[in-house]
T-cell receptor
Framework: EAQVTQNPRYLITVTGKKLTVTCSQNMNHEYMSWYRQDPGLGLRQIYYSMNVEVTDKGDVPEGYKVSRKEKRNFPLILESPSPNQTSLYFC??????????????FGPGTRLLVL | RKEVEQDPGPFNVPEGATVAFNCTYSNSASQSFFWYRQDCRKEPKLLMSVYSSGNEDGRFTAQLNRASQYISLLIRDSKLSDSATYLCVRGPFGNEKLTFGTGTRLTIIP
């Protein structure tokens, strides 16, 4: 089954404790991205990757890191989480973005609470 | 002005009615748009793409008005299962990213 998976789905942590949210897709997609969704602010892009070893900042990259060592995986790293990073996080992938005509497939989301 | 702006609602509509909502965008050069549907606490899923003047899929019609810079979504004969948040999305332009609206919440009432 074609899908985007994220782990963990729910996470409660404390300020400053490094964490990683994994994202994996089995569709051989080139484009992957991370979003956070907050009430009243909608989905905001954190980082995206056009292909292996190619990553770039989105709208709200501060406090986050990513890596793309393999095509299928795109982990999101919070080196020192803070309470303002409490949010719902989505990973997404698409075949590409050529002409803007590619469907984005979203993972099920990760709910993060930073105390 | 926000790049993509939607009326957040909520829209409470009786079952069987027709409902329409708009989304305005600020960049007149934008070429592609999408409507995504998001159920409560779930991931967004593509509903329709809008590339030219419009697109129709069953009970759903999306239209693009480039002169006034808005896209619309029309749902006919609404069903209870149409209750969701509808996200307007502007396709990538230049900087290779999608831009999401904050969403319009729709509740269909029996």
């Amino acid at each position: 089954e074609a899908q985007v998976t994220q782990n963990p789905r729910y996470l409660i942590t404390v300020t400053g404790k490094k964490l990683t949210v994994t994202c994996s897709q089995n569709m051989n997609h080139e484009y992957m991205s991370w979003y956070r969704q907050d009430p009243g602010l909608g989905l905001r892009q954190i980082y995206y990757s056009m292909n292996v070893e190619v990553t770039d900042k989105g709208d709200v990259p501060e406090g986050y890191k990513v890596s793309r060592k393999e095509k299928r995986n795109f982990p999101l790293i919070l080196e020192s989480p803070s309470p303002n990073q409490t949010s719902l996080y989505f990973c997404a992938s698409s075949l590409g973005l050529a002409g803007g005509r590619e469907t984005q497939y979203f993972g099920p989301g990760t709910r993060l609470l930073v105390l | 002005r926000k790049e993509v702006e939607q009326d957040p609602g909520p829209f409470n509509v009786p079952e069987g009615a027709t409902v329409a909502f708009n989304c305005t965008y600020s960049n007149s050069a934008s070429q592609s748009f999408f409507w995504y549907r998001q159920d409560c606490r779930k991931e967004p899923k593509l509903l329709m793409s809008v590339y030219s003047s419009g697109n129709e899929d069953g009970r759903f019609t999306a239209q693009l008005n480039r002169a006034s810079q808005y896209i619309s979504l029309l749902i006919r004969d609404s069903k209870l299962s149409d209750s969701a948040t509808y996200l307007c999305v502007r396709g990538p332009f230049g900087n290779e990213k999608l831009t999401f609206g904050t969403g319009t919440r729709l509740t269909i009432i029996p």
